[in-house]
């Protein structure tokens, strides 16, 4: 089983920048890519950023240029920095990690619990 801790969200105004961590533990043989997705109520989880295990990185159209996303794989995990928030911004923020659990088992996708974001105009 592998388990994705998040931490980093909270409460900024217009224009300022959070940084959101997501550490996976337990039964990791590898990592492959790593991701944000993001879903306000009511509304389908949509992607914010991801990154492959060769590190090429994807965007949303609406968060290019102002997000960055990285990774650590010495310690498993995957950073999303986000700068010059918009109030559009608002959600709860979800990592997605797909995981090879041992050698020859297929991947896993794990989801982590969210961590809220709240930009205030």
């Known amino acids: 089983q592998v388990q994705l801790v998040e931490s980093g969200g909270g409460l900024v105004q217009a224009g300022g920048s959070l940084r959101l961590s997501c550490t996976a533990s337990?039964?990791?043989?590898?990592?492959?890519?790593m991701g944000w997705y993001r879903q306000a109520p009511g509304k389908q989880r949509e992607l914010v950023a991801r990154?492959?295990?060769?590190?090429?990185?994807d965007y949303a159209d609406s968060v290019n240029g102002r997000f960055t996303i990285s990774r650590d794989n010495a310690k498993n995990t995957v950073y999303l920095q986000m700068n010059s928030l918009k109030p559009e911004d608002t959600d709860v923020y979800h990592c997605?990690?797909?995981?090879?659990?041992?050698?020859?088992?297929?991947?896993?996708?794990?989801w982590g619990q969210g961590t809220q974001v709240a930009v205030s105009s």
């Open positions: 990154i492959t295990s060769g590190s090429t990185t």
């Open positions: 997605l990690c797909t995981v090879v659990p041992a050698f020859r088992m297929p991947e896993h996708d794990y």
């Open positions: 337990g039964s990791i043989f590898r990592l492959n890519a």
